[in-house]
């Protein structure tokens, strides 16, 4: 692999504020090298040292490359009539999760890790170099256990959502899949999954439903994560706090006491359960946006992703979400481009990706812009001009073509 210098920078944004300027650690006149998969030296562009290749920035602005720490790309089917039925002005009620299982079930495997490889290499060109995807399109024990299986060749992140919603035959006796995703079906996926989360929510599950199957999941070693107070104000947040989960995602209609739960439950030592933000699923659903400038302004942890789904984010653009975050959720640029990085690796409890320091990953995104603020001063405007991830500048694929290596 050898090494690589990115030269003439015009703006690095390391993520990290000790490394230079501002919430960003911004640095101008600088270069980076990356010796195999890992930033070797960061400093001024005339004492660089010598390396193997070298990539000219053209003065374009570098960040860490983003972290999406929420996705669902493996499904089957389409939901575009849903969508159009929606923006026609017919409320959303959850139900379309049930089509998308019908869908991915009768789906086969080289039909659904076609489709998320299709979605990987959406996202990769638009500067995502780490994703998570959960199952939950399966609902039972083989179903889920092979979307996990699949989820695995495409990313490390991997979450069992075995507890999505209820599936329809179980519809008369809820505590009994309760019982099945907190045991066979748990069982099954865990050796295939680093994470769980559970939707509680209205019309799902509620807090004891929710805190019996992430309970038996981190028995098993999972590490926690909770979709929460998406549909409205419940137990979600409080719960992801109480058991210490990484992120609560959502986070749409919060009262004070979770606002407060979530600024509390960070330390000088933990960075508490990070407020995982989603503004794609208000867009695409005409729904109230979250209120990131409460959750920052009381001190909580927040991280921004797609929530790449078919029914109620279909996005895999991170710029798009920085651009919603940015017009919609009162966040600055400095703060949405924070949290779609090193918020994003938090979320995920990693230390190596989201900034751009010595001894992290060499996971950067180079812009063809002078600066980070045109993510959301352009929107809908192709800003990424190359991706490095690992050290490898990434092939100019076209978006929709699978490309050869996405263990990431």
Not at 84 to 107: D, K, L, S, W
Not at 348 to 357: A, K, M, N, Q, V
Not at 372 to 379: I, S, T
């Amino acid at each position: 692999m050898g090494s690589l210098l990115v030269d003439n920078i015009g703006l690095l944004v390391t993520a990290d504020p000790s490394q230079g300027d501002g919430p960003l650690g911004t640095l101008t006149g600088a270069a980076l090298v990356a010796d195999g998969e890992t930033v070797a030296w960061i400093g001024p562009r005339a004492a660089a040292p010598a390396a193997d290749r070298r990539l000219d920035a053209g003065r374009g602005c570098v960040l860490p490359g983003f972290v999406d720490s929420h996705s669902h790309l493996i499904f089957g089917g389409d939901r575009s009539a849903e969508f159009a039925a929606r923006m026609a002005g017919q409320a959303y009620t959850a139900g379309g999760i049930r089509t998308t299982v019908a869908a991915t079930r009768a789906a086969s495997d080289e039909t659904l890790a076609a489709r998320a490889r299709s979605l990987v290499t959406e996202a990769l060109t638009q500067g995502t170099t780490t994703i998570e995807i959960k199952s939950g399109y399966g609902l039972s024990v083989p179903d889920e256990a092979r979307c996990l299986h699949l989820a695995g060749s495409l990313t490390r992140e991997t979450t069992y959502l075995g507890a999505h919603i209820v599936p329809p035959e179980y519809a008369d006796r809820p505590d009994d899949y309760v019982a099945l995703a907190a045991g066979e079906m748990l069982d099954a996926c865990a050796p295939y999954a680093r994470w769980a989360d559970v939707f509680c929510e209205r019309g799902a599950f509620d807090a004891d439903q929710a805190r019996t199957i992430l309970t038996a999941a981190r028995d098993k070693g999972l590490g926690l994560r909770l979709h929460a107070n998406q549909l409205g104000r419940g137990p979600g947040v409080r719960l992801a706090v109480e058991l210490g989960a990484a992120s609560a995602d959502h986070c749409t209609y919060l009262s004070s006491d979770d606002v407060a739960a979530l600024a509390d439950s960070v330390s000088r030592d933990s960075p508490g359960t990070v407020a995982t933000l989603l503004p794609g699923a208000e867009f695409s659903t005409r729904s109230t946006y979250p209120d990131a400038r409460r959750l920052l302004d009381a001190g909580a942890t927040v991280a921004l992703a797609t929530d790449c789904n078919p029914g109620t984010s279909f996005t895999s653009s991170m710029p798009f979400v920085i651009a919603l975050a940015v017009r919609e959720m009162r966040m600055t640029c400095e703060e949405a481009v924070l949290a779609a990085t090193a918020g994003g690796a938090t979320a995920l409890r990693r230390e190596d990706i989201g900034r751009l320091t010595v001894g992290a990953r060499a996971d950067l995104t180079v812009l063809a812009a002078p600066s980070y603020v045109h993510l959301a001063y352009r929107p809908g405007v192709p800003m990424v001009r190359e991706v490095i991830r690992g050290g490898e500048q990434t092939p100019s694929a076209t978006v929709g073509t699978p490309i050869a290596d996405h263990s990431w």
